[in-house]
Nanobody, 124 residues
Framework: QVQLVESGGGLVQAGDSLRLSCAAS????????VGWFRQAPGKEREFVAG????????IYAESVKGRFTISRDMPKNTVYLQMDSLKPEDTAVYYC?????????????????WGQGTQVTVSS
């Protein structure tokens, strides 16, 4: 079992920054891939960013490329999502996700564990 706890969400203005954290407990992140998804009201959940655990390879959705950065801290068993230049359209609940098979280019069907989500609201 893997438990994921997100934190760091909040209400900010357009252009501000936030850093989300995803802390894992239970089994460690070794060899897993970790990703961030988001779901806005009335919309489907969408992939935002993913990272492979050992290699540090990353991938981003086009809508956040150049503004968001995913990273990991292996000793702390934590993955971060640094979000800069936030826009109102980034408003959503953000979910941390783990793919035990190590696919950092993950889709929803690849996810084995989800966090509970953290709300990010960007005002204009």
């Amino acid at each position: 079992q893997v438990q994921l706890v997100e934190s760091g969400g909040g209400l900010v203005q357009a252009g501000d920054s936030l850093r989300l954290s995803c802390a894992a407990s239970g089994r460690t992140f070794s060899s897993y891939a970790v990703g961030w998804f988001r779901q806005a009201p009335g919309k489907e959940r969408e992939f935002v960013a993913g990272i492979s655990w050992y290699g540090g390879s990353t991938i981003y959705a086009e809508s956040v490329k150049g503004r968001f950065t995913i990273s990991r801290d292996m000793p702390k068993n934590t993955v971060y999502l640094q979000m800069d230049s936030l826009k109102p359209e980034d408003t959503a609940v953000y979910y941390c996700a783990v793919d035990l098979s190590g696919r950092y280019r993950m889709t929803m069907k690849d996810v084995d564990y989800w966090g509970q989500g953290t709300q990010v609201t960007v005002s204009s």
